[in-house]
C-alpha cells in the first residue's frame, strides 16, 4: 500500500499561481502512474492530470496550458504546478495511485 500526502495548497487571488506536491511512500513510485483530482464543494470528484513513470502527462481541458503535472522518482514525489488560477480552480486537491490509494487532500481556495 502506498501512502500519499498533498501539500501546497492555500489561497491565491484570481489569475495567481500555487504548487502542489504529493509525496509518496513505498518502493515501487517510480513505476507507477500518477493522477490528480479535485473535488469542489457539492460536486463530484474529477480528474484533473495524469503522468507515466515515464513522464508522459494528460490533462482535463478545464486546466489544459494553464496546469502542469511533474514527477520526481528519486523524491517519489508529484507536483502540481497551477498558473492563471481561476475561482472555479477552488476544490479540494488530491493525489492518486495507479493502485488506487489516495491522499487526505489540500484545500486550493482562488479568490475573485
Known amino acids: 500500500q502506498v501512502q500519499l500526502v498533498e501539500s501546497g495548497g492555500g489561497l491565491v487571488q484570481s489569475g495567481g499561481s500555487l504548487r502542489l506536491s504529493c509525496a509518496a511512500s513505498?518502493?515501487?513510485?517510480?513505476?507507477?502512474?500518477m493522477y490528480w483530482y479535485r473535488q469542489a464543494p457539492g460536486k463530484q470528484r474529477e480528474w484533473v492530470a495524469a503522468i507515466t513513470s515515464g513522464g508522459s502527462t494528460n490533462y482535463a481541458d478545464s486546466v489544459k496550458g494553464r496546469f502542469t503535472i511533474s514527477r520526481d522518482n528519486a523524491k517519489k514525489t508529484v507536483y502540481l504546478q497551477m498558473n492563471s488560477l481561476k475561482p472555479e480552480d477552488t476544490a479540494v486537491y488530491y493525489c492518486?495511485?495507479?493502485?488506487?490509494?489516495w491522499g487526505q487532500g489540500t484545500q486550493v481556495t482562488v479568490s475573485s
Open positions: 513505498g518502493s515501487i513510485f517510480s513505476l507507477n502512474a
Open positions: 492518486k495511485s495507479l493502485q488506487g490509494d
